[in-house]
């Protein structure tokens, strides 16, 4: 099944259309083959590039470059997560292996933009987990200690503290950690769609239909032509299961968002002129909320099991319903038709939240599953996965090794139903919080 552009997405849409589209019509063979041009494939993309300036490399994506989950997430590099639950020795030195490949994507995105002077209007401005439940402050505390533990910077702020940073006195306890950033996820993988290497082929809107491996090479079918690669690297993230890569192992989920147009100045001056904020829920199925450097404010309180590869208009309407609640009792005084534009995107979610990162044969790689963190690990792991994919040990690579590995899931029907549950129990847990 074919991954249908659209132009719904707000981060999209601030960018300029791209031309000369190149879409595979022939057969071709290469060194290289990369599946998936979000940050993992780009970042690979660009490493295999530069190590083999010379070689044929092919990065071929579904739909248009970078406009996948990539441009569509909420603009968080984090540092940490919360809702993983570590509280034991044992889980805080797994917390810890977590922050490690954190830090490191952190890391090598303020490398590429500093390299390439690119303006993702990237914001050290950390990011806050918060909640309008008071008796969320246990949780905080906890996710507090485990923070001083590990040599986190943070501090917790209670209702009124919150009420003058956020512009909204919706919550009453958060944690902010000093590490995070925020930037604008679709002006980052465009520069990086600009800086691909010139022995780079980009071909787009080109689905992979099926795929196969013979001795000494991989064979994949196109709607309109054919590639064999010696080695290939998929980097699908929410669609690697869909490809049958570690399929038993990662699992796709679709969540929405929506953004405002930009407040007037009236409209601002309302809820006190806050500077650039992003709010992550305490509980899983709580609401991100972030307030753009340029006045609007970017809602994701939803996340279901659904079919990865089209949401329609009329359920997308559906769902821009609660974030127009959402943003409502946050922000009472706004209007109600101010929400401009309501999209969809998918990410890649594991039984323990880790990371896929594996050689998967001789000559086939695979990375991606993020679990909602898929920024700073995505670019990481794309360009550490091509120097695995060429026999080469570095000091990333022993640290994203280090990491726990995902676990095995159940099988379907267990899965699909298990999960769906899981969601519903979150989501009652999380009702006053959308």
């Known amino acids: 099944m ?65 406009e996948g989950a990539s441009s569509r997430n909420s603009g968080y590099l984090v540092d940490t997560t919360l809702n993983d639950g570590f509280t034991s020795n044992k889980e805080l030195e797994n917390y810890k292996k977590k922050a490690d490949i954190y830090d490191l994507g952190i890391k090598i995105v303020k490398k590429f933009i500093n390299e390439h002077q690119v303006d993702c209007e990237w914001n050290e401005c ?3 987990f918060a909640s309008s439940k ?97 080695k290939i690297i998929f980097a699908t993230n929410g669609f690697l299961k869909s490809l049958g890569i570690k399929s038993n192992y990662n699992f796709p989920i679709t969540l929405t968002a929506s953004m405002t147009r930009s407040l007037t100045d009236e409209e601002f001056k309302s809820i006190g002129e806050p500077k650039e904020w992003g709010v992550l829920p305490v509980r899983p199925m709580g609401a991100t909320i972030r307030m753009t450097k340029d006045r609007r404010i970017l809602i994701r309180n939803t ?19 609660n974030q127009r ?4 009792k946050r922000f009472p005084q706004l209007p109600n038709d101010i929400i401009q534009s309501t999209w969809s995107g998918i990410v890649s979610r594991t039984r323990n939240s880790s990371q896929i990162f594996e050689k998967i044969d001789t000559n086939i790689f695979a990375a991606g599953c993020y679990n909602g963190s898929g920024i700073g690990v995505g670019i990481l792991f794309g360009e ?28 379907e029907p267990f899965l699909n139903l298990g999960v769906k549950m899981r969601l519903f129990y979150e989501r009652i847990r999380a009702r006053s919080e959308i």
């Open 303 to 321: 996340a279901e099991v659904h079919n990865p590869f089209k949401m329609s208009k009329s359920n997308l309407e559906k769902r821009s319903i």
């Open 384 to 411: 550490q996965i091509a120097l695995k994919a060429n026999n080469k040990n570095t000091k990333e690579i022993e640290t994203i090794e280090a990491r726990n590995k995902p676990t095995l899931l159940p099988p």
């Open 134 to 230: 008071p008796k969320d402050e246990k949780i905080l505390i906890n996710f507090s200690n485990t923070l001083s533990q590990l040599g986190f910077e943070h501090n917790l702020l209670k209702r009124e503290d919150l009420s003058k940073r956020l512009g909204t006195n919706f919550y009453n306890i958060a944690l902010h950690t000093r590490g995070g950033i925020l930037l604008h996820p679709g002006k980052l993988v465009r520069s990086m769609i600009d800086v691909l290497p010139s022995n780079v082929c980009l071909y787009e809107n080109s689905c992979l239909i099926n795929w196969n491996k013979n001795k000494d090479f991989i064979s994949c079918n196109f709607k309109n032509g054919k590639i064999n690669a010696k």
């Open 2 to 66: 074919e991954v249908i552009n659209d132009n719904r997405c707000s981060w999209i849409k601030d960018l300029t259309p791209r031309t000369n589209i190149k879409t595979l019509k022939s057969n071709e063979d290469c060194d290289w083959l990369i599946i998936g041009a979000g940050y993992t494939g780009l970042s690979a993309t660009r490493k295999l590039g530069q190590l083999y300036p010379n070689q044929k490399i092919i990065l071929v994506d579904a739909q248009l470059a970078g």
């Open 325 to 328: 609640i959402g943003i409502k």
């Open 126 to 128: 950390g990011k806050f």
